[in-house]
C-alpha cells in the first residue's frame, strides 16, 4: 500500500527567508502525482504545486518549487521570499494514475513565519 | 465562479445520533470527494462520488456513507455518532480527471459530545 510521509510536524522561517518542507513516500508504481497543498487558518486546502512523476523536471510556481527524486522516492516543497501568508498547514499527497485508487495525504507540516 | 460550499460549517450532536453533512460542487465539476482531518489521523479519505456513483471508498465503518445526486451536490452521513467521529470533514469537488486539481470548501466542524 502506498504511504506519504512528513517528518516535520512544525517549521518555522524568517520572513525573506527560505525554508524547505520535506516528504517521502512509499509506491511500487512508476507512474503517478504528487501533490502540496496549503491549509490556512480559513481551513480551505488550496493547491500550492502538482508534479507528474513521468517529468524529470521539477515543477515551480512562483515563488513554490518542488524537489523531486523519484529514485528515493522524495517530494520535498521550497518556498522562497518566505511571506507572512505563506503560514499555514502544509499537505504532501499521492495520487496513482489509477482512477480506482484514493489520494493518500500525509500528516501535514505546520509552517510558522516570523516577522 | 462559486466555489465548493459546505453546510453547516459548525455541528454540534451526542453521542447515538445521525449527521447529515452538504457539499455543493464547483459548477462543472462532476467529481466530489469527502475526507476526515483530526489531529490524530491527519486527513483521511472517505469517499469519492462521480456522476451520482461511489468510485471510490476509504476504510471507515459503514456508519459512514454519502451519495451525490444527479446535479453533482453531494451528501455525507453518519450515524450512531460516536466521540471519535469529532473531526474537520472537507468535501473537494474536480472535472474528471486523475490528475486533476482538487477544489476543497472549508469544511464542516462535527463536534460530538
Known amino acids: 500500500a502506498q504511504t506519504v510521509t512528513q517528518s516535520q510536524p512544525e517549521m518555522s522561517v524568517q520572513e525573506a527567508e527560505t525554508v524547505t518542507l520535506s516528504c517521502t513516500y512509499d509506491?511500487?508504481?512508476?507512474?503517478?502525482?504528487l501533490f502540496w497543498y496549503k491549509q490556512p487558518p480559513s481551513r480551505q486546502m488550496i493547491l500550492v504545486i502538482r508534479?507528474?512523476?513521468?517529468?524529470?523536471q521539477n515543477a515551480t510556481e512562483n515563488r513554490f518549487s518542488v524537489n523531486f527524486q523519484k529514485a528515493a522516492k522524495s517530494f520535498s516543497l521550497k518556498i522562497s521570499d518566505s511571506q507572512l501568508g505563506d503560514a499555514a498547514m502544509y499537505f504532501c499527497?499521492?495520487?496513482?494514475?489509477?482512477?480506482?485508487?484514493?489520494?493518500?495525504f500525509g500528516k501535514g507540516t505546520r509552517l510558522h513565519i516570523l516577522p | 465562479k462559486a466555489g465548493v460550499t459546505q453546510t453547516p460549517r459548525y455541528l454540534i450532536k451526542t453521542r447515538g445520533q445521525q449527521v447529515t453533512l452538504s457539499c455543493s460542487p464547483i459548477s462543472g465539476h462532476r467529481s466530489v470527494s469527502w475526507y476526515q482531518q483530526t489531529p490524530g489521523q491527519g486527513l483521511q479519505f472517505l469517499f469519492e462520488y462521480f456522476s451520482e456513483t461511489q468510485r471510490n471508498k476509504g476504510n471507515f465503518p459503514g456508519r459512514f456513507s454519502g451519495r451525490q445526486f444527479s446535479n453533482s451536490r453531494s451528501e455525507m452521513n453518519v450515524s450512531t455518532l460516536e466521540l471519535g467521529d469529532s473531526a474537520l470533514y472537507l468535501c473537494a469537488s474536480s472535472l474528471v480527471g486523475v490528475d486533476e486539481k482538487l477544489f476543497f470548501g472549508s469544511g464542516t466542524q462535527l463536534s460530538v459530545l
Open positions: 508534479q507528474e512523476a513521468y517529468k524529470q
Open positions: 499527497a499521492y495520487r496513482s494514475m489509477n482512477r480506482d485508487d484514493k489520494i493518500i
Open positions: 509506491t511500487s508504481e512508476s507512474d503517478y502525482y
